[in-house]
């Protein structure tokens, strides 16, 4: 069983920073890729924010592209989602996700519970 479990949300003001962590356990045989979304308060559809994958790439969603930034810790199993110049377009819940391995041939799609990011003065 793989757990993903996020921390470091919570209220901050525009212009101001967060950093959240999503660290993965269980049986964990390799990494695909590593992604945070968010959910908007009334959002119907979780949106892609930024991707890790395996080869070390990085992709952004156009409105975090240059204030937001993903990096791995691959001793750790964690990834980090560094956000800076945060804006009120920003509040939502922000969700880890991870496509992985538990097997040689067995890859499957994990969730975290979430964590509310809040921007406002």
């Known amino acids: 069983q793989v757990q993903l479990v996020e921390s470091g949300g919570g209220l901050v003001q525009p212009g101001g920073s967060l950093r959240l962590s999503c660290a993965a356990s269980?049986?964990?045989?390799?990494?695909?890729?590593m992604d945070w979304y968010r959910q908007a308060p009334g959002g119907k559809q979780r949106e892609l924010v930024a991707?890790?994958?395996?080869?070390?790439?990085?992709n952004y969603a156009d409105s975090v592209e240059g204030r937001f930034t993903i990096s791995r810790d691959n001793a750790k199993n964690t990834v980090h989602l560094q956000m800076n110049s945060l804006r009120p377009e920003d509040t939502a819940i922000y969700y880890c996700?991870?496509?992985?391995?538990?097997?040689?041939?067995?890859?499957?799609?994990?969730w975290g519970q979430g964590t509310q990011v809040t921007v406002s003065s």
């Open positions: 991707r890790f994958t395996r080869g070390g790439a990085t």
């Open positions: 269980g049986s964990i045989s390799s990494f695909y890729a």
């Open positions: 996700h991870a496509d992985l391995f538990t097997s040689a041939t067995t890859l499957g799609s994990y």
